[in-house]
């Protein structure tokens, strides 16, 4: 979050935006911030595990049923 402040914060020095503006671009920011985090997790979600991530989970499971 303090990365953003920063940066609407220079935009506001150097003119880009007006302060009055602010809060509207933070929600705006915010929102496309999210919305690619979604889009993300949906891409993520929707694709097969990698062939090594699935030997490393039976390799745990393995090690865990020893136990």
């Known amino acids: 979050m303090h990365f953003f402040n920063y940066s609407?914060?220079?935009y506001i020095s150097r003119g880009i935006?007006?302060?009055n503006e602010?809060?509207?671009f933070m929600r705006e920011l915010w929102g496309q911030l999210e919305q690619s985090a979604l889009e993300n997790n949906h891409t993520f979600n929707n694709k097969a595990p990698h062939p090594l991530v699935l030997r490393l989970n039976?390799?745990?499971n393995a090690t865990n049923?020893?136990?």
């Open 8 to 10: 609407v914060q220079d």
């Open 17 to 19: 935006i007006q302060a």
């Open 22 to 24: 602010k809060p509207r």
């Open 58 to 60: 039976r390799g745990s």
């Open 65 to 67: 049923s020893r136990k």
